[in-house]
């Protein structure tokens, strides 16, 4: 089985393994790992009459991961066996750590932001996403963005400002919202966060966060009038051990890519990782195939039929299994 999962991992378009996993797992009797290779194949249009016949008996109502995952006791365990590998490297842990101390610099008021109130359908279904994902539950506004908006009132808060409106399907809606919660999580979050002065999730704004950790670190000098002032407002916001771990990072980040590393390598495995996540917590390829698609052209650094065949190829595989398993949204018969 791993085999074939690695096989996808480097070539998605590999019907083959999909189908002789299905049967694997058949043999098993592992049903929700079949249920998910039933999905992808239906998903594909390349399901046997037996699969589609699986399929339907075990097809996940729509809203019912997000309104029953439960929050992991260990999410940032769990949540890692979502990430795409291009996110396991010293920039992506320098971003991290650096992550904290952003969120706090970059605070302002809440200005003319437009709220989604939380007793909506999208302001429970980003809660529960949020619940599953073990960030904190954020405001959310909808008619620019994507973009990660730190606000302060009486503490400082996230908010989610989305492109509106929010698609009228519940299936797409539910992965837009869950994948834009992903974006809250510490190894996500500066992909959108928004940077007075910079546009939010941009390569000149992640350029920007780069170049300051790398001048705050001592390990280079300022490159761009944009890293330097970022630079100067976050020193001081570093806890002597973040500040010692962020320099031994932006150490590894020289040696690995020089003293100018290109983010957008980053970026395009932080929205692969985050798709992934969304993906875990709404169990349709359709709806998230129909949500990449209506992205537009700049959304990401990928276009969207690369981000696609890498969310079909990790619904087949042992992370997905696995996170299903720990958020207790295992498949199960639907009713007759």
Not at 42 to 54: D, G, N, T
Not at 123 to 147: M, N, W
Request: hydrophobic share 50%; charged share 20%; aromatic share 2%.
């Amino acid at each position: 089985m791993a085999w074939h999962q690695q096989l996808l991992a480097r070539e998605p378009d590999r019907l083959s393994s999909y189908r002789t996993l299905a049967e694997l797992y058949r043999r098993d009797g592992a049903d929700d790992e079949l249920a998910c290779l039933a999905a992808t194949l239906c998903f594909l249009r390349k399901a046997s009459p037996e699969q589609q016949v699986f399929h339907r008996a075990h097809r996940i109502a729509v809203g019912v991961p997000l309104a029953e995952a439960r929050a992991p006791a260990d999410g940032a365990a769990l949540w890692r066996q979502a990430r795409h590998p291009a996110l396991c490297s010293a920039l992506a842990e320098m971003l991290e750590i650096l992550g904290p101390a952003l969120a706090a610099v970059v605070a302002e008021p809440p200005g003319t932001l437009k709220l989604v109130p939380d007793d909506t359908s999208a302001g429970r279904a980003l809660a529960a996403a949020c619940r599953a994902l073990g960030v904190p539950v954020p405001l959310l506004s909808l008619g620019a963005g994507p973009a990660v908006q730190m606000v302060r009132t009486e503490t400082v808060r996230p908010a989610l400002l989305l492109r509106g409106p929010l698609p009228e399907d519940e299936a797409e809606r539910a992965f837009v919202l869950a994948r834009a919660a992903a974006l809250l999580r510490p190894e996500l979050s500066p992909r959108a966060l928004a940077v007075p002065g910079l546009a939010p999730g941009t390569g000149n704004a992640l350029g920007a966060m780069v170049g300051a950790a790398l001048i705050i670190a001592g390990v280079t000098r300022s490159r761009s009038p944009e890293a330097s002032r970022l630079a100067e407002r976050l020193q001081g916001h570093l806890p002597p051990a973040a500040a010692a771990a962020l320099a031994e990072a932006a150490r590894r980040v020289i040696a690995e890519r020089g003293e100018a590393p290109a983010v957008l390598g980053w970026m395009a495995a932080a929205d692969l990782t985050a798709a992934r996540m969304a993906l875990v917590l709404t169990a349709d390829l359709g709806a998230a195939a129909r949500a990449l698609g209506a992205d537009p052209p700049e959304a990401s650094p990928l276009p969207t039929k690369l981000r696609l065949r890498d969310l079909v190829a990790f619904s087949a595989g042992e992370a997905h299994f696995a996170l299903r398993r720990g958020l207790a949204l295992t498949s199960r018969s639907s009713p007759a």
